[in-house]
């Protein structure tokens, strides 16, 4: 995968920094609260003119905030990562996390399937199926990537996949994988700029939901 050549960058640690954003992981409960948020404001953005939109928002965020509260918590060796993009501020600012956060995406490792070649895939298995753990069947997956409708255009969504895909390399995962809708084609186009490609062998749930698997090899 190229490095993004169009903007000073330097990685520290678990931080990223790049132009006037850093991406991070999230670990205080009011960042968790500031992606669910954004994650919202990005699920409806289209449909501002229905009824009751700030509600269905808010409930939105507020399922969204648990549930990725929970999906970060190890399990079995399966971890999840919330990354966000801040702004950077000066150390006298009192900007509210609310307002500096710009991004976020979740970066899950997992383990797949027992006769399975990439997630989701249609194996003849056990009632049971057992997951194999072993350092090859490990693999990265992508998940909730949006950034503020007033933050695009300035790299941030390149930069926070290419923080994420050099953890998951951290982590000796080769492969990273992606579900994109049929019909966003800007969202198709940056992934392959990053390296994904189509997964040829797609199941029919894909067809069914009208979305494409799209995978990394580092």
Known sequence: MD??????????????????????????????????????????????????????????????????RRRCKVRNGETCTCIITVRKEPSNSKHSVLNSVVGTLDLNIRYL???????????????????????????????????????????????????????????????IYVHVDRNNRPAQMLYQKMGFQMVETANAKLSLEETFLLRLQT
């Open 113 to 175: 399937l027992q006769g399975e070649t990439f997630p989701g895939e249609h194996v003849k298995a056990p009632l049971f199926c057992s997951i194999n753990r072993t350092p090859p069947s490990r693999y990265g997956y992508i998940a909730n990537l949006c950034v503020a409708k007033s933050a695009r255009q300035q790299g941030i969504a390149s930069n926070m996949l290419y923080f994420a895909i050099e953890a998951a390399k951290y982590n000796g995962v080769t492969q």
């Open 3 to 68: 490095h993004p050549s169009d903007q000073e960058e330097s990685i520290r640690g678990n931080r990223f920094e790049f132009g006037q954003f850093v991406a991070r992981e999230a670990v205080l409960d009011e960042e968790y609260w500031t992606a669910a948020w954004l994650r919202a404001e990005c699920q409806w953005e289209n449909r501002m003119y229905e009824r009751y939109i700030d509600n269905f928002k808010r409930k939105f965020a507020e399922q969204e905030f648990t549930a990725v």
